[in-house]
C-alpha cells in the first residue's frame, strides 16, 4: 500500500511540475510575457512604417501605428483614432531597450498635469 501511495504523490508532483515548467521551456527564449502592460523579446522590432496621419477629427486623437509581436515575429498594427479624453494625453505604443531586450509598452492615457494645473 505504501509503494503505491508513494507512486501516486510521485506522479501528481510529476504532472504538476510538468505544468508550471513546459509553458517555460515552450516559450521561445527571446520572449517573456509578464504581468507588465507589454512584453520583453529579444529581437528588436523593424523601422517604423510612417503612415500619413489623417486630418484632425474632433473630439478624438490618433493612436500612431506600431511593430506588435505575435508569437514568433513582429506584426505591423495600422494607426486608428481614439475617443479623446479630456485632462489626459495618449502615449503611443513604443519599444525601449532595457537591459538587453526590447520591452514593448502599450498605448495608454496619461494624466495631463498642464491641464490639471489651469
Given at each position: 500500500?505504501?509503494?503505491?501511495?508513494l507512486?501516486?504523490?510521485?506522479?501528481?508532483?510529476?504532472?504538476?511540475?510538468?505544468?508550471?515548467?513546459?509553458?517555460?521551456?515552450?516559450?521561445?527564449?527571446?520572449?517573456q510575457?509578464?504581468?507588465?502592460?507589454?512584453?520583453?523579446?529579444?529581437?528588436?522590432?523593424?523601422?517604423?512604417?510612417?503612415?500619413?496621419?489623417?486630418?484632425?477629427?474632433?473630439?478624438?486623437?490618433?493612436?500612431?501605428?506600431?511593430?506588435?509581436?505575435?508569437?514568433?515575429?513582429?506584426?505591423?498594427?495600422?494607426?486608428?483614432?481614439?475617443?479623446?479624453?479630456?485632462?489626459?494625453?495618449?502615449?503611443?505604443?513604443?519599444?525601449?531597450?532595457?537591459?538587453?531586450?526590447?520591452?514593448?509598452?502599450?498605448?495608454?492615457?496619461?494624466?495631463?498635469?498642464?491641464?490639471?494645473?489651469?
Amino acid at each position: 500500500m505504501m509503494t503505491r501511495s508513494l507512486i501516486t504523490v510521485l506522479a501528481a508532483a510529476a504532472i504538476s511540475t510538468t505544468a508550471v515548467v513546459a509553458p517555460v521551456i515552450l516559450t521561445p527564449a527571446a520572449a517573456q510575457a509578464g504581468m507588465s502592460l507589454g512584453v520583453t523579446i529579444g529581437v528588436p522590432p523593424p523601422a517604423p512604417v510612417y503612415e500619413a496621419v489623417p486630418a484632425p477629427r474632433p473630439g478624438y486623437v490618433w493612436a500612431p501605428g506600431y511593430w506588435r509581436w505575435e508569437g514568433w515575429r513582429h506584426v505591423w498594427v495600422p494607426g486608428y483614432w481614439v475617443v479623446a479624453r479630456r485632462g489626459y494625453h495618449w502615449v503611443p505604443d513604443r519599444w525601449a531597450h532595457i537591459d538587453g531586450g526590447w520591452h514593448h509598452e502599450r498605448g495608454h492615457w496619461d494624466y495631463d498635469y498642464a491641464y490639471h494645473r489651469g
